[in-house]
């Protein structure tokens, strides 16, 4: 059969072809290339400028870690801060899906976000100010299922501390307590 193969080379070359445009159709833009105004304060602009200052900084961090009342403390240089202040990063709440689901109470000094729905992992996000300036932002996480529930709060004062704390109970292994200090 003569007509087979042409047949079969545009078959794969259109097969590509879709794949390609299916693959670049599904990711999904950031909200800022969308030219959206975001809801919500911006964690992810906030934590990506704080790693960056701190990368540049090099601050000497007395950071203490512990797990279930036993702790360890040393003195050290974080090479990676994107990587350490992750957990305050993902919990940005600025996702187009969720854009009406936290009540949000303004005050002078603060702005509180409180989750609307149970299912949500970040419940709530307190960010205080002073003068225009974050002086602190704390995070709480919490996911749960049948088989754990994890609550995490995060704390972070610019040029202070970060905290994290992780609370986990796993139905058959039990409880772990988590909790990371790093003092500048």
Not at 5 to 32: H, N, R
Request: glycine share 4%.
């Amino acid at each position: 059969m003569y007509w087979y193969k042409p047949i079969q080379k545009y078959t794969i070359y259109t097969s590509v072809l879709l794949l390609l445009c299916g693959s670049y159709a599904c990711t999904k833009p950031e909200i800022k290339e969308t030219g959206a105004r975001l809801k919500y304060f911006d964690l992810k602009e906030y934590f990506k400028n704080e790693a960056a200052r701190l990368n540049k900084q090099n601050p000497e961090v007395d950071k203490t870690v512990g797990h279930n009342g036993t702790a360890e403390n040393k003195k050290v240089h974080i090479g990676d801060w994107e990587k350490e202040l992750n957990l305050f990063t993902e919990s940005d709440i600025n996702k187009p899906a969720w854009k009406l689901s936290y009540n949000v109470q303004a005050n002078n000094d603060s702005i509180v976000y409180k989750a609307k729905y149970p299912e949500l992992e970040t419940r709530e996000i307190i960010i205080r100010k002073k003068a225009g300036q974050v002086t602190e932002i704390t995070i709480v996480n919490n996911t749960h299922n049948i088989l754990y529930n994890t609550t995490e709060k995060l704390v972070y004062a610019p040029n202070a501390y970060y905290l994290i704390e992780k609370m986990q109970q796993v139905k058959i292994m039990g409880a772990n307590n988590y909790r990371v200090k790093g003092n500048f």
